[in-house]
C-alpha cells in the first residue's frame, strides 16, 4: 500500500500497472515492524519510558514522491498542470476543448483520476490524445505516489509539451497533495455558488489560476462575477483568473495564452537552472 | 480532509522508526497541527484509535499541539496573527497578509518503552 495515500489501500488502480506498488517497497511501511526488533529482548519494568524526537513533516513523504516527478517533468520539458474542482465543474469539458486546440501544435498527455470508471479517460482518448486513468477506490485525492506510476505509464507522451493532471472531483481532500505539478489550477462553475472560495480556502490559497467555467450561462444566472473574484482574492492575493465558456470557445484563447506563458516561464526557469548549475 | 489516511501515515512514520531507533511499544504521540493544516482534530483522534488497534501505538495517547496561524501584513510590515486564511490584518484592516505558519502537519515527538 501506499505510504501517503492510507484511505485507498489495495484500491487503487492505475491503467496498464497490474502491480501498481510494487516498485517502492523500500519505502513502503512494515505492517510489522515491530516484529523485526530483537525477539523477547525487553523485560517489562526495566527499560523506562523514552521521548524520540521526530519532528517529521506527516505528508513527507508524499513531498519526497512530489519532489522526484517535478524534477522528472522539467527535464522532460513538461508543464504538468493540476487541475481540480469540485464534480460537475465541467472540468473534462474544458480539457477536451483545450486538447482539441492544442493537439496540432504541442505533445499532450492526461492523467484523469476519479474514484471509479475510465469514462473520463475515454472521453480524453476521443481527442486523440494519450490519457492514462486512475482509480482511487475509496481514496478522495490522487498522490504524488499514484502520478508517479502514472508517468511511468505515459512514458515520454508530453515531452516538450503540456500534461493536464485531472484530480478526483473535490475541493478539500487534494489541496494537501502536492502531485509535482508546475501550478494548481482551481476551476469553479457559475453554476456554483460564488463564496465557495471562502467556504474551501485551502484549494483556492493552493491555486495559481481560477478558471471560471460556463460563462455562457451567466444571464440566466445571479452568480456575481466579481464578487467571486473579490472573495478569492482575499483568500489568494496573487491568485490569476479566467472566465471562458468551453461549450461557446469565448475566453479560451486567454487559457491557452496562459499555458504558453506558463511554458515559457518554466523553460526559462530551467535555462537559469542550467546556466547556475 | 481524510484523517483517516492521515492517520495511516503517521502509523508508517512510527513503524519505520520503531525499526530505526529500536522501540516496541509507544504510549504517547505528539502531533503538531496548524490550523490551517486542514485536519479535523477530534475526526483524527476517532481515527487514530481505529488504525492502531493492534499496532505498536495502540492505547497510546494522543497529543494535539496546535501553533496559531502567523502571517506578514504588506502594508503594516511586521508579523501578525490572524485566524483564518481570509482574515484581515489586525492592526490595519488590509486583506494584502501572507499567511507565514500555521499549517503545520507534524508529529513532533513519541514517548516509547
Redesign the interface.
Known sequence: ?C???????GEVTVEGQAHPHHHHDHHH???H??A???AHA?APGL?P?????????????NDAYAAENRAALAGAGTLALNLVSSPGSGKTTLLTATLARLRDRLPLAVIEGDQQTANDAERIRETGVRAVQINTGK???LDAHMVGHALEELGGAAAGGVLFIENVGNL??P??FDLGEAHRVVILSVTEGEDKP?KY??MF?ASDLMILTKTDLLPHLDFDVEACIA?A???N?RINVLKLSARTGEGMEGWLDWIEAARAMQAAAGRMAQAEG | MHEMSICESILAVIEQQAVAQRFRKVSRVRLEIGPLAGVETEALRFSFDAVTRGSIADGAALEIIAPPVTAWCMPCAEAVEVAQRYDPCPRCGSHQVQITGGDELRIKDLEVD
Open positions: 500500500m505510504t501517503t495515500c492510507g484511505c485507498a489501500s511501511r512494515h505492517r515492524a515491530h523485526h526488533g530483537p525487553h527499560s519510558a523514552r521521548m524520540v524526537e521526530i519532528e517529521q513533516d506527516i505528508l513527507a513523504s481514496g478522495c485525492h478539500v481532500c489541496a494537501g471562502l480556502p485551502d490559497h472573495h482574492r482575499r483568500i492575493p
